[in-house]
C-alpha cells in the first residue's frame, strides 16, 4: 500500500509539470488557434532562467520569479516578431514557424550554456515518514510552486477583465471582436502569460532533474498528450488531465514495464482521439 | 577548422626526409616518396566529449609527428586534417563526408561516442577508408557497422565493461546484485554482459530494470530494484540519468553500493550531488597500459602537447596508438598499398606472436630487417579480436570525500 502512495506522490509532481506545460500549450491553442511547439523550448529557457535566479540568491521563489519573467518576455517577443506577423494563416504555418523557433532557442541556449548538464545546487535531505510513507520535503517545495502557479494562472483566467477577454476570444474570436475586444492586447497578455506558465514548469522540472538545453523538448509529448486529453484549448481540463497523466505514468510502470512509460502518453492521446476527441472537459466544436 | 601537420622539430624532418630519400635512391624507384597519406582527426573537441577531444586531436598530432620523423610509413608522410564531432551524429556526419569528399582522407580516426560512430561508419564503408573509434557500442563490431572489417575499436565494449563489473564486484564481496540499464544499445550492453559474466560465476541477479531517458522521477524505477533488497546496483548508465537517479536514492535513505561506468560516475556528478552523497560510489574505466614503453613516449608527447599528465585521458593513449598502428600497416604493407592491403596487415602488427616493440621507430626497423612485430601499445597491449576489438585493463575508482581514488585494476 505505502508503494502506491509512494508512486501516486512522485506521479503528482511529474504531472505537475506536465499540467502547467499543458495549460500554456491549450491557451495558446484556444486563443491563438495553433499547436505552439516552441512551449518546450520556452520551458527550457525558463529553467536556465530559474537556474540564474537560484544560483545568484540561494532563493527557489526568486528562480521561480526570474523564470516566470524570462519566459513571459520570450513569449512577447515571439508574439511581436514572428505570430503577429503570420496571423491569420493557416495553423499549419504557425506551427511550422513555432518549430523554427523551438530550435532557434534551443541552440541559443546551447552556445550560451554549453551542452552538459547544469543542476540546482540544494541541499539533499532525508525525507520525512508519514504513517511509514517518504515524503520529500522537495517535492512539497515544488508542488507548492506549481500550485501558486496555477492559482495565479487560473487567478487572471477567472478573475480579471483580460482574463475575461481572453475566455471570449477563446469562445468566439468574431464575436468578441464585434463586442469591442481588441486582439492584440488580448494576444499580449496570452503570450505573457502562456510563456511564464511554460517557463516556471521549465524551472520546476530543472531543479527536479538536471538542466541541459534539450529538457523542454523532451517534455513536449506528455505535455500535448494532456492537452488533448483535458479536452484541448480549456484551462483547468489541461491541469487535470496533466495530473491523471503523471500519476498514470508512474502507477502503471510496476505492470507494463519501465520502457513503456512514455508510450502510455501516447496510449492516452490515442485512445482519447478515438473514443472521446473532446477530451475530458471540452465541448463539441465545429469548424468555423 | 584545418591544421596541417608539421614536425616539433624541423631539423629531425629533414634528417628524416633526407634519410629516407637516401633510401629511395639506394632501393631504387620502387620506393620513392608517393603523395601524402591523409587522416582525418575527427574528435569531439565540443559537446559531451570535449574533456576528452582536443587532448585526443593534439596526440593524432604528436603521434604523425613521431612517424613522419622516422621517415614515414610505407614510404609516404602522413598529414592530418582535423575536425570536431561536436559530440553530435548529424554535426559528425557533415564533417566526415567534408573529409572524405574534400579532403579525401584515406582513414578517420578518433571518434568519440557510439551514437557519432555509429553515424559515420556508413560513409567510411562506402568509401573503403579505416575508421579507428573509442566508442562502446557492441553494435561496432559486426555488420552492417562492421561489414568491411575496415572499423577497429581502441576502447573496450560495453560488454567487456560488464564483465569487468562482475569481477569487482566478486572483488568486494557482494552478494545481491541488481542491474538498471538506459535503454540504448550502449546501458543494456554493461549490464547485459555484467549478467552474463556474474551468472558464469554462480551468481544471480536479484532485479532488472531497462529504463527511458529523460524521465521527470526515476522513483518507480528505483523502488522496484530496492524492493529486491541488492547490495549493489549496477548500472549502464550516462550523467543525467545518473544524476536523478542517485538524488533521489540519496534522499530515499538507501545505502547499498553503487558500480557505476566511468563516463557517468565522473567529477561532474561529484559537483552535481555533493560528496556525501556520492561517497563510496564504485566508478570503473578502462586504463591505460601504463607500464610500457609505449606509454612512456605517449605520456611525454602529452605532457608536451597538453601540459598535463597521460594518465588523465585514456582517450588520448587510444588515438596516440591508432596513428601507429595505421602507420606500422602502411609500413609492413609496403609503397601504395591499398586499404584492403593495409587492413591485412594490422592483426599482422598488433597481434602475438611477434617481437614486442614499443615505439615506431624501433618497430620500423624490425620490420626492415624482416622480423615478426607485436606492437605493445600506450592505451592496451593492443591485440584486435576477429571483430576489431582490443581488451583494455579496467581502473577500480572509489569516490572518497568528493574525489576519484583508484584503488585497483582489474584485468579481464
Known amino acids: 500500500m505505502i508503494f502506491w502512495i509512494e508512486l501516486v506522490i512522485a506521479g503528482i509532481v511529474s504531472g505537475l509539470v506536465i499540467g502547467l506545460t499543458a495549460l500554456s500549450i491549450t491557451l495558446v491553442f484556444g486563443i491563438a488557434r495553433f499547436p505552439n511547439a516552441a512551449a518546450g523550448d520556452i520551458m527550457t529557457a525558463g529553467a536556465y532562467a530559474a537556474l540564474w535566479g537560484h544560483k545568484a540568491t540561494g532563493l527557489l521563489i526568486v528562480g521561480g520569479l526570474a523564470g516566470a519573467g524570462v519566459g513571459a518576455a520570450l513569449g512577447l517577443a515571439a508574439y511581436w516578431l514572428i505570430f503577429q506577423k503570420l496571423a491569420g494563416r493557416a495553423a499549419v504555418s504557425l506551427l511550422v514557424a513555432s518549430i523554427g523557433l523551438g530550435f532557434l532557442i534551443r541552440a541559443v541556449l546551447g552556445v550560451m550554456f554549453g551542452h552538459s548538464q547544469q543542476v540546482f545546487q540544494m541541499p539533499l535531505v532525508r525525507p520525512w515518514r508519514v504513517e511509514g510513507v517518504r515524503v520529500h520535503p522537495q517535492d512539497l517545495t515544488l508542488a507548492a510552486v506549481a500550485l501558486a502557479a496555477l492559482a495565479v494562472a487560473f487567478g487572471i483566467l477567472y478573475l480579471t477583465p483580460v482574463g475575461r477577454r481572453m475566455r471570449a476570444v477563446a469562445d468566439d474570436p468574431a464575436l468578441a471582436r464585434i463586442s469591442g475586444i481588441s486582439p492584440q492586447r488580448v494576444m499580449t497578455a496570452l503570450w505573457l502569460l502562456a510563456g511564464a506558465i511554460a517557463a516556471v514548469a521549465g524551472g520546476i522540472l530543472g531543479a527536479k532533474t538536471v538542466v541541459s538545453p534539450e529538457i ?3 517534455m513536449l509529448l506528455p505535455a500535448f498528450a494532456a492537452a488533448i486529453l483535458g479536452g484541448i484549448g480549456n484551462p483547468l481540463g489541461a491541469a487535470v488531465a496533466g495530473l491523471i497523466l503523471g500519476i498514470a505514468q508512474e502507477v502503471a510502470t510496476p505492470f507494463v514495464g519501465f520502457t513503456y512509460k512514455l508510450a502510455l502518453a501516447f496510449l492516452v492521446m490515442l485512445v482519447v482521439l478515438l473514443v472521446r476527441p473532446r477530451g475530458l472537459f471540452g465541448r463539441i466544436e465545429g469548424v468555423r | 577548422m584545418t591544421t596541417r601537420s608539421f614536425s616539433p622539430d624541423r631539423r629531425q624532418l629533414i634528417a628524416g626526409g633526407a634519410s629516407a630519400l637516401a633510401l629511395a635512391l639506394t632501393v631504387g624507384p620502387a620506393l620513392a616518396q608517393g603523395a601524402p597519406f591523409r587522416i582525418g582527426a575527427l ?3 565540443t559537446g559531451a566529449g570535449s574533456p576528452y577531444g582536443s587532448g585526443m586531436q593534439k596526440m593524432i598530432q604528436a603521434a604523425v609527428a613521431v612517424v613522419n620523423a622516422a621517415g614515414g610509413a610505407g614510404g609516404r608522410m602522413l598529414e592530418v586534417i582535423a575536425e570536431d564531432t561536436q559530440t553530435n551524429p548529424q554535426a559528425s556526419v557533415l564533417a566526415a563526408k567534408k573529409l572524405i569528399e574534400v579532403n579525401q582522407v584515406r582513414a578517420i580516426l578518433g571518434t568519440w561516442s557510439s551514437g557519432v560512430s555509429l553515424a559515420v561508419a556508413p560513409l567510411t564503408n562506402d568509401a573503403d577508408i579505416f575508421l579507428f573509434n573509442t566508442s562502446g557500442a557492441p553494435a561496432l563490431s559486426n555488420p552492417p557497422a562492421n561489414a ?3 572499423l577497429y575499436r581502441f576502447q573496450a565494449t560495453n560488454d567487456r565493461f560488464g564483465r569487468a563489473f562482475a569481477e569487482i564486484a566478486v572483488k568486494q564481496g557482494f552478494k545481491r546484485a541488481a542491474t538498471m540499464a538506459f535503454n540504448n544499445a550502449s546501458g543494456i550492453g554493461n549490464t547485459a554482459g555484467f549478467k552474463r559474466a556474474w551468472e558464469a560465476k554462480g551468481n544471480q541477479v536479484v532485479a532488472e530494470v531497462v529504463y527511458e ?10 523502488q522496484r530494484v530496492l524492493a529486491a533488497k541488492p547490495d549493489v546496483i549496477v548500472m549502464g ?4 540519468d545518473t544524476t536523478i537517479i542517485l538524488r533521489e536514492w540519496f534522499q530515499a535513505g538507501e545505502t547499498n553500493k553503487w558500480i557505476i561506468p566511468g563516463w557517468a560516475a565522473n567529477p561532474q556528478l561529484i559537483t ?3 560528496a556525501d552523497a556520492t561517497e563510496g560510489l564504485i566508478s570503473v574505466d578502462s586504463v591505460s597500459n601504463e607500464t610500457a614503453a609505449s606509454f612512456a613516449a605517449f605520456d611525454a608527447a602529452h605532457r608536451t602537447a597538453t601540459g598535463q599528465a597521460g594518465i588523465d585521458n585514456v582517450y588520448a593513449a587510444m588515438t ?14 609496403g609503397p601504395n598499398a591499398n586499404t584492403a592491403a593495409i587492413n591485412a596487415k594490422i592483426r599482422e602488427i598488433a597481434n602475438p606472436p611477434g617481437e614486442e616493440v614499443f615505439t615506431f621507430a624501433a618497430a620500423k626497423a624490425a620490420l626492415a630487417a624482416g622480423r615478426k612485430i607485436n606492437y605493445q601499445g600506450a592505451s592496451s597491449i593492443l591485440d584486435f579480436d576477429q571483430f576489431g576489438d582490443v581488451t583494455p585493463d579496467f581502473g577500480v575508482f572509489f569516490i572518497t570525500k568528493g574525489k576519484l581514488e583508484r584503488r585497483y585494476v582489474v584485468k579481464i
Open chain 1, 216 to 218: 523542454g523538448w523532451d
Open chain 2, 43 to 45: 574528435n569531439p573537441i
Open chain 2, 148 to 150: 568491411k572489417g575496415l
Open chain 2, 213 to 222: 531517458p529523460n524521465q521527470t522521477s526515476y522513483r518507480a524505477e528505483l
Open chain 2, 237 to 240: 548508465s550516462f550523467l543525467p
Open chain 2, 272 to 274: 552535481a550531488l555533493g
Open chain 2, 320 to 333: 596516440w596508438d591508432m596513428v601507429m598502428t595505421l602507420g606500422l600497416a602502411m609500413e609492413a604493407a
